[in-house]
């Protein structure tokens, strides 16, 4: 296993500066998240929300797609 | 052990597996040290929900020894690169990557690399296909791939809102991405007031800048809680979700303002049905085909139509049709003729040019309609060599000549003003002198009410 890490870190460089940034942006991005989150439910108390659409944890499985005939990888 | 003679020269990064080449299949070979990774990954499942979701692309273990793990995916007929997407295009492609890293991180895995490289469109659909990246995720730790996925996706996609889709173009330049302090510096002013923007781009960039001399990784622990890491992909996605192009979308209407009756536009369509579907022919280039309407004409009848065009906004429409018409044998592709995109990487063949990646994926027929006095008069290209380029792509060629009475080869020589002898050569008998020199000419029709004639060609032997 730890010949692994090794490799993986290896790899490329995250850079540094873009790890400790992360702590930040996930701050900030909690900040606007939680505002928009507030906003939609007061939004929704005066029952002016629209559908929630498509997010980050829809995964759609049931795809109805048009099938040409018999489709060969080449 | 697979020898690694046949390693695709674009597979040596990663030190996980390498893809080769073994006859017509390309496969992937996983290397001892990822196979906890793998084992891992098969016993939680994780594939399968994404290969019906048709996130990731499919595949089969071959065949499995103490050195190596022989993966079958399912194959790619083209496997088109980030600077070859229209906007849309690029945007689905860092949407998915969100979504995977978003599905990874609840089944305690975490994409190692976010490269945009790692995406292609098979299907109609933007496809992850780098299955060998999935990694462990460590508990409390940042997203290693994080300034990958700003680089190859966030900053593009944000360089085009403000700049135009030309933006992404910048990719060809730049096969690790677009440096952030690059990105930071080219955006407007006022971006620094959006907390999406002013912490993934100014605030990273600044931060890269502070600790670029810094070497000592392993001295400090960097910690982000998990929840944490959900708030930044979520904030990400959302933002790139509701990101549009600022330039205007007018070419709905491009059909009508070209000088086509309804007359011609349908002999022009039944034409090259008659050719093409009548000819047998299944796998399709047509050059200049703006949003596909041709194509779209043969299209039941095809394993793949690849529907290259110049103009953005024709690109981008296309791929709106494939979306909301659910094709999966239409692939919208961003070209310019005159200059197509070249090998890029280590040795110049990391990332293919996109004319070899076509020629070995082979166009049974091509279509040229309404392009050759674009090639001819505004990229001032030889009839010779045009026909050169179009005999070296395929065997079948249907070309439309415009002659000198169109209105659009009209507009075109006076825009050449004191230069417009030197375009006498613009003539219908030097169009088939030279084309001849590659071609057999096997059929000339006349498009009725209009200045235009169609060909249908096939290479000499």
């Given at each position: 296993?730890?010949?692994?890490f090794?490799?993986?870190f290896?790899?490329?460089?995250?850079g540094?500066g873009?790890?400790?940034?992360?702590?930040i942006?996930?701050?900030?991005?909690?900040?606007?998240?939680?505002?928009?989150n507030?906003?939609?439910?007061?939004?929704?108390?005066?029952?002016?929300?629209?559908?929630?659409?498509?997010?980050?944890?829809?995964?759609?499985?049931?795809?109805d797609?048009k099938?040409?005939?018999?489709?060969?990888?080449? | 052990?697979?020898?690694?003679a046949?390693?695709?020269?674009?597979?040596?990064?990663?030190?996980?597996?390498?893809?080769?080449?073994?006859?017509?299949?390309?496969?992937r070979?996983?290397?001892?040290?990822y196979?906890?990774?793998?084992?891992?990954?098969?016993?939680?499942?994780?594939?399968?929900?994404l290969?019906?979701?048709?996130?990731?692309?499919?595949?089969?273990?071959?065949?499995?020894?103490?050195?190596?793990?022989?993966?079958?995916?399912?194959?790619?007929?083209l496997?088109?690169?980030?600077?070859?997407?229209?906007?849309?295009?690029?945007?689905q492609?860092a949407?998915?990557t969100?979504?995977?890293?978003?599905?990874?991180?609840?089944?305690?895995?975490?994409?190692?690399?976010?490269s945009?490289y790692?995406?292609?469109?098979?299907?109609?659909?933007?496809?992850?296909?780098?299955t060998?990246?999935?990694?462990f995720?460590q508990?409390?730790?940042p997203?290693?791939?994080?300034?990958?996925?700003?680089s190859?996706?966030?900053?593009p996609?944000?360089?085009?809102?403000?700049?135009?889709?030309?933006?992404?173009k910048?990719?060809?330049?730049?096969?690790d991405?677009?440096?952030?302090?690059?990105?930071?510096?080219?955006?407007?002013?006022?971006?620094?007031?959006?907390?999406?923007?002013y912490?993934?781009?100014?605030?990273?960039?600044?931060?890269e800048?502070?600790?670029?001399?810094?070497?000592k990784?392993?001295?400090r622990?960097i910690?982000?809680?998990?929840?944490?890491l959900?708030?930044?992909?979520?904030?990400?996605?959302?933002y790139?979700?509701?990101?549009?192009?600022?330039?205007?979308?007018?070419?709905?209407?491009?059909?009508?303002?070209?000088?086509?009756?309804?007359?011609?536009?349908?002999?022009?369509?039944?034409?090259?049905?008659?050719?093409?579907?009548?000819?047998?022919?299944?796998?399709v280039?047509?050059i200049g085909?703006?949003?596909?309407?041709?194509a779209?004409?043969?299209?039941?009848?095809?394993?793949?139509?690849?529907?290259a065009?110049?103009?953005?906004?024709?690109?981008?429409?296309?791929?709106?049709q494939?979306?909301?018409?659910?094709?999966v044998n239409m692939?919208?592709?961003?070209?310019?003729?005159?200059q197509?995109?070249?090998?890029?990487?280590?040795?110049?063949?990391?990332?293919?040019?996109?004319?070899?990646?076509?020629?070995?994926w082979g166009?049974?027929?091509?279509?040229?309609?309404?392009?050759?006095?674009?090639?001819?008069?505004s990229?001032?290209i030889?009839f010779?060599?045009?026909?050169?380029?179009?005999?070296?792509?395929?065997?079948?060629?249907?070309?439309?000549?415009?002659?000198?009475?169109?209105?659009?080869?009209?507009?075109l020589?006076?825009?050449?003003?004191?230069f417009?002898?030197?375009f006498?050569?613009?003539?219908?008998e030097?169009?088939?002198?030279?084309?001849?020199?590659y071609?057999?000419?096997?059929?000339?029709?006349?498009?009725?009410?209009?200045?235009?004639?169609?060909?249908?060609?096939?290479?000499?032997?």
């Open positions: 296993m730890m010949g692994y090794t490799m993986m290896l790899y490329f460089d995250p540094l873009a790890m400790l940034v992360q702590a942006v996930a701050a900030a991005a909690g900040i606007v998240l939680f505002s928009k507030f906003m939609y439910k007061v939004k929704s108390f005066f029952g002016l929300t629209k559908s929630q659409k498509d997010g980050i944890d829809t995964i759609d499985y049931e795809q797609e099938q040409p005939n018999e489709e060969q990888g080449s | 052990m697979k020898s690694k046949h390693r695709h020269p674009a597979s040596f990064r990663d030190p996980s597996g390498y893809i080769v080449n073994e006859g017509s299949s390309i496969k070979v996983i290397n001892p040290i196979f906890p990774v793998y084992d891992a990954l098969c016993k939680e499942d994780f594939f399968t929900p290969f019906k979701a048709k996130l990731l692309i499919p595949h089969l273990e071959q065949e499995r020894t103490d050195e190596s793990i022989v993966l079958l995916p399912e194959q790619i007929q496997v088109t690169y980030p600077y070859e997407w229209s906007f849309h295009q690029y945007k492609a949407l998915l969100l979504k995977l890293q978003n599905y990874a991180l609840d089944r305690d895995f975490s994409l190692k690399d976010a945009a790692n995406v292609t469109y098979h299907r109609g659909r933007p496809v992850f296909i780098d060998l990246s999935f990694d995720y508990k409390d730790s997203w290693r791939a994080y300034k990958q996925f700003i190859h996706f966030f900053a996609l944000v360089l085009a809102h403000y700049h135009g889709a030309e933006a992404l910048m990719m060809q330049t730049h096969i991405g677009i440096p952030v302090a690059l990105a930071a510096s080219m955006l407007p002013k006022r971006t620094k007031l959006s907390p999406t923007l912490t993934n781009i100014h605030l990273m960039a600044k931060m800048a502070k600790h670029n001399d810094e070497y990784p392993k001295s622990e910690k982000l809680s998990k929840k944490g959900r708030n930044l992909l979520r904030s990400l996605y959302d790139i979700d509701k990101l549009e192009l600022k330039e205007q979308t007018e070419w709905g209407d491009y059909y009508n303002k070209t000088n086509y009756q309804p007359e011609a536009f349908n002999f022009k369509k039944e034409q090259i049905q008659k050719w093409i579907t009548g000819g047998g022919l299944r796998r280039l047509d085909g703006n949003d596909g309407t041709f779209r004409v043969l299209l039941k009848d095809l394993d793949l139509a690849v529907v065009d110049i103009d953005h906004t024709a690109v981008d429409l296309n791929f709106a494939v979306q909301t018409n659910k094709e692939l919208p592709l961003w070209f310019d003729v005159a197509p995109s070249p090998g890029i990487g280590w040795s110049n063949n990391e990332r293919d040019s996109i004319l070899k990646r076509l020629s070995a166009p049974q027929a091509v279509l040229a309609l309404a392009v050759i006095h674009h090639m001819t008069l990229g001032n030889p010779e060599d045009s026909a050169r380029f179009f005999a070296d792509l395929t065997s079948v060629l249907v070309i439309e000549f415009p002659k000198r009475h169109d209105s659009w080869v009209d507009s020589l006076q825009r050449k003003r004191e417009i002898n030197h006498d050569h613009y003539n219908q030097e169009f088939e002198q030279a084309y001849k020199a071609f057999t000419i096997e059929e000339k029709v006349e498009i009725p009410g209009s200045h235009r004639v169609l060909y249908l060609m096939k290479t000499r032997e």
